[in-house]
Every structure is written in C-alpha cells, then in structure tokens.
T-cell receptor, first 116, second 112 residues
C-alpha cells in the first residue's frame, strides 16, 4: 500500500492480557516512530527506530512496553500485562530518513486499545 | 522539559472567517515547526511545516513563525465546515533529536 498501515484497528483486552500491535511503514522509509495518544491529548512519543536499531525508547512508560523492528521494516509494539491506563490510541508514523529537521512524518490510522 | 502549549478550545468561527490557531514552545533550540490536522477518530495529517521566521503560505493556510517570541501560528482563511478538526502543533529541536514534541491540539469548529 501507499501509506502506513496498522493492525488491528481496534483491540479490546482484559486487564493482565498481553497485546501486540503491528505497524507496516511506507516502503523505503528508514525511520519509524510509535506514539500513544490519550483522548483529548496530542501524541506522546514512545519509541523511535532507524532501520532495525531502536535509537530512543525514552518514552516507553514502563518495562511492560516493548517494541521491535527486526528487519528494519515492520514493527511490533507489545504491551505485557495490560492495565486500564494503557487504554489509548497507538499511532505509528514513518519518515524517509528522519535526519532532516524539516522532514515530515506520515501517520498510520492507529490502533485503538481498550483495556477492561 | 520541552513543552508545546496550545489552547484546547474549542475555537468556534463562522464559515468564511479567518481562524487563528496559536502555539507556544519552551525550548529556544527548536528549529522546525509542523501543523497537523486530525479529524475525530482519524490520524494526524500534515498541513504545513515552517522553519524560518516570517510567514509561509499554502492555499488558504498561512503559518507564521516568531522565534524570538517562541510562538508559531496557523491562519486558515475562508474557513469551511470541512476545516472543523483538531489542529496539532509539533516542534522539533536541533542537535540530533529528530523526535517532534506535540501540543495537545486546538479544536476548531467552523459553523455554517
């Protein structure tokens, strides 16, 4: 496809359940970002990959959150032992290189996670 | 801590009017600035970016940057009901950090 895709689009999990969210960036895009967006808030940075290297994971809220991009394309965000406060929209974005200040990010449709 | 501040609104304007959206930022090292539009339940989409002081125009949209005062604004001329959305300001710093910081967004309502 031409854009960033994410799956699933919606996920309902019981508290304590593990979830895995997938992001398929635009082909050829080196940089990949994960954000968490709570209702009424802007996207909050979680983690950043350049190819397969995770260069920044300072935004991951706890060690229950883990992200990987093993082959430098598709990425998975995993949340272990989900809590109600994890309920949010998880956005993935990609950019061609990530090194230019004016370079823009292209967002996927997001995964809406609800933890009951 | 790097902060990007936006009034959450809602900002309500009549159709055909100019909508003015403002954003302030705390880090003087900020170098590039982005405006995204986000419709309810959808993902953010880029409208404009600006990195030089002054105005940048693209169709009905004008971004204005004043680094000395640390604010960036977005003007929407001839506002249409289809412009009703949340507008997110994002700021990037220089010095190796390519990760933008987003404001919470301003909700714009354009009423007929």
């Amino acid at each position: 496809g031409a854009g960033v895709s994410q799956s699933p689009r919606y996920k309902v999990a019981k508290r304590g359940q593990d979830v895995a969210l997938r992001c398929d960036p635009i082909s050829g895009h080196v940089s990949l970002f994960w954000y968490q967006q709570a209702l009424g808030q802007g996207p909050e940075f979680l983690t950043y990959f350049q190819n397969e290297a995770q260069l920044d994971k300072s935004g991951l809220p706890s060690d229950r959150f883990f992200a990987e991009r093993p082959e430098g394309s598709v990425s998975t965000l995993k949340i272990q032992r989900t809590q109600q406060e994890d309920s949010a929209v998880y956005l993935c974005a990609s950019s061609f290189a990530g090194g230019a200040l004016q370079e823009t990010q292209y967002f996927g449709p997001g995964t809406r996670l609800l933890v009951l | 801590q790097k902060e990007v501040e936006q009034n959450s609104g809602p900002l309500s304007v009549p159709e055909g009017a100019i909508a003015s959206l403002n954003c302030t930022y705390s880090d003087r090292g900020s170098q590039s600035f982005f405006w995204y539009r986000q419709y309810s339940g959808k993902s953010p989409e880029l409208i404009m970016f600006i990195y030089s002081n002054g105005d940048k125009e693209d169709g009905r949209f004008t971004a204005q940057l004043n680094k000395a005062s640390q604010y960036v604004s977005l003007l929407i001329r001839d506002s249409q009901p289809s412009d009703s959305a949340t507008y997110l300001c994002a700021v990037k710093q220089s010095g190796g950090s390519y990760i933008p910081t987003f404001g919470r967004g301003t909700s714009l309502i354009v009423h007929p």
